[in-house]
Structures are given as structure tokens and as C-alpha cells.
């Protein structure tokens, strides 16, 4: 075996918030060795899980340091955890080396709130680096083809699962 296929998954989770038009929220990510293009440069909320987290803490956790959303209800989730390698070529830039790509657990949420809550400016009151340079709400059937290509399995997978809640 390589080193590549020893290193281990690293905890995150993914939020797919849904507005009550059924439209998710994406956030135009700015930098990361991931990020090719400007095309494939979208992507829903997600973050690591810390040691001792639960993921649906850290869930919201990670939606409020990356968009301050509080407003929300949560409608589902994946069973099981979706994992994906990132490609070789950026294993020593992502993450430090230490992982060999994502394994995620992904919710479902409502936004309930006013569009004004929403800053990614600024996001968690201020006190997080932003992560995205603009948002919007998109539809569904879009967002495998936002995503960086070797995450889109598991967005297909998302957008699978998640489409019952968008639907009015």
C-alpha cells in the first residue's frame, strides 16, 4: 500500500439548507488547493468534526462560523457516513497531509429565519474567517455540478437523498 491509501478519513459534516421555495444554499468558496476553477467553486456548509464532537452540534456548529444561520429546523439525514478521496496531487496542501480526504455526515435543514440573518461576510458574529465570497440559493438538480468533480458522488448522493424536503 501507499501512504495515500494508510491515511485515515477526516470527521466533517455537510448542511444542506433548504429555503421554503426548496432552494439550497451554496456558498462560493475563494481559496483551498481543492478549488480549480471558478465553476466548481461552490459548495454546501461543511466542516470538520472535533475530537469528542457529535456531528449534529457540530453541524450546526459549522453552519453558524460559516454563514451565522441559527434559524433553522432540521429535516433529515444520510444513514451513513459519505466519504471521498481528494486527488493525490493535494494530499500534502489539504489538511497538512494528515488526510486522505473526508468522511461526512449530512443533514438536512429548514431555514426558517429572514435572508438578513445570513452573513458570510462576517460570519459567527464576526469571529470566523469568512469562507465564502457570496452566496445564493440554488436548485437542486444544480448543485452536483457546482461542486469540485471528486466530490460530486457525493452530492449526487445528497441531492438523492435531500430532494423529498425540497419538493413544495
Given at each position: 500500500?501507499?501512504?495515500?491509501?494508510?491515511?485515515?478519513?477526516?470527521?466533517?459534516?455537510?448542511?444542506?439548507?433548504l429555503?421554503?421555495?426548496?432552494?439550497?444554499?451554496?456558498g462560493?468558496?475563494?481559496?483551498?488547493?481543492?478549488h480549480?476553477?471558478?465553476?466548481?467553486?461552490?459548495?454546501?456548509?461543511?466542516?470538520?468534526?472535533?475530537?469528542?464532537?457529535?456531528?449534529?452540534?457540530?453541524?450546526?456548529?459549522?453552519?453558524?462560523?460559516?454563514?451565522?444561520?441559527?434559524?433553522?429546523?432540521?429535516?433529515?439525514?444520510?444513514?451513513?457516513?459519505?466519504?471521498?478521496?481528494?486527488?493525490?496531487?493535494?494530499?500534502?496542501?489539504?489538511?497538512?497531509?494528515?488526510?486522505?480526504?473526508?468522511?461526512?455526515?449530512?443533514?438536512?435543514?429548514r431555514?426558517?429565519?429572514?435572508?438578513?440573518?445570513?452573513?458570510?461576510?462576517?460570519?459567527?458574529?464576526?469571529?470566523?474567517?469568512?469562507?465564502?465570497?457570496?452566496?445564493?440559493?440554488?436548485?437542486?438538480?444544480?448543485?452536483?455540478?457546482?461542486?469540485?468533480?471528486?466530490?460530486?458522488?457525493?452530492?449526487?448522493?445528497?441531492?438523492?437523498?435531500f430532494?423529498?424536503?425540497?419538493?413544495?
Amino acid at each position: 500500500m501507499t501512504r495515500f491509501e494508510v491515511l485515515p478519513y477526516r470527521p466533517c459534516v455537510g448542511v444542506m439548507v433548504l429555503n421554503r421555495d426548496g432552494l439550497a444554499f451554496v456558498g462560493r468558496r475563494t481559496e483551498g488547493p481543492e478549488h480549480v476553477d471558478e465553476v466548481h467553486a461552490w459548495q454546501m456548509p461543511q466542516g470538520g468534526v472535533d475530537p469528542g464532537e457529535d456531528p449534529w452540534p457540530a453541524a450546526l456548529r459549522e453552519l453558524w462560523e460559516e454563514t451565522s444561520i441559527r434559524s433553522v429546523e432540521k429535516l433529515g439525514e444520510v444513514p451513513e457516513w459519505l466519504a471521498y478521496d481528494i486527488p493525490r496531487d493535494i494530499v500534502g496542501q489539504a489538511w497538512k497531509g494528515k488526510y486522505r480526504g473526508q468522511t461526512q455526515k449530512w443533514y438536512a435543514l429548514r431555514f426558517t429565519g429572514d435572508e438578513r440573518e445570513i452573513d458570510v461576510a462576517a460570519p459567527g458574529g464576526g469571529a470566523h474567517e469568512p469562507e465564502f465570497a457570496e452566496w445564493r440559493w440554488e436548485k437542486l438538480e444544480n448543485l452536483p455540478g457546482l461542486i469540485i468533480p471528486f466530490k460530486r458522488p457525493v452530492y449526487e448522493r445528497v441531492v438523492s437523498e435531500f430532494a423529498k424536503f425540497a419538493r413544495k
